[in-house]
Nanobody, 114 residues
Framework: QVQLVESGGGLVQAGGSLRLSCVASGSTFSAANWYRQAPGKQRDLVAT???????IYAESVKGRFTISRDNAKKAVYLQMNSLKPEDTAVYYCNGHFEVWGDFWGQGTQVTVSS
């Protein structure tokens, strides 16, 4: 069994930055994703990082967000720069683990004020 613990959310002004962290207990990520869900909206994929380190981003965050990983720490990060009010959402980490399958973090709130 794997648990994902997220941290790093908070309140920031537009144009500011936050760094989200997602740490796995018990296993190392294969692929990992960050999703977000705004009130009343569906959960959308924000960024993906493969086991080899390649990444893919939603168009809305390209050039502003960076996903990265540290296998030694069993962690995945989402660096968010130039934040906009429309980035406000609960952000969820989703990880794929070779033996255990897919797991979700508990979510962390990001609020961007204008």
């Amino acid at each position: 069994q794997v648990q994902l613990v997220e941290s790093g959310g908070g309140l920031v002004q537009a144009g500011g930055s936050l760094r989200l962290s997602c740490v796995a207990s018990g296993s190392t990520f294969s692929a990992a994703n960050w999703y977000r869900q705004a009130p009343g909206k569906q959960r959308d994929l924000v960024a993906t990082i493969s086991s080899g380190g390649s990444s893919i981003y939603a168009e809305s965050v390209k050039g502003r967000f960076t996903i990265s990983r540290d296998n030694a720490k069993k962690a995945v990060y989402l660096q968010m720069n130039s934040l906009k009010p429309e980035d406000t959402a609960v952000y969820y980490c989703n990880g794929h683990f070779e033996v255990w399958g897919d797991f979700w973090g508990q979510g962390t709130q990001v609020t961007v004020s204008s």
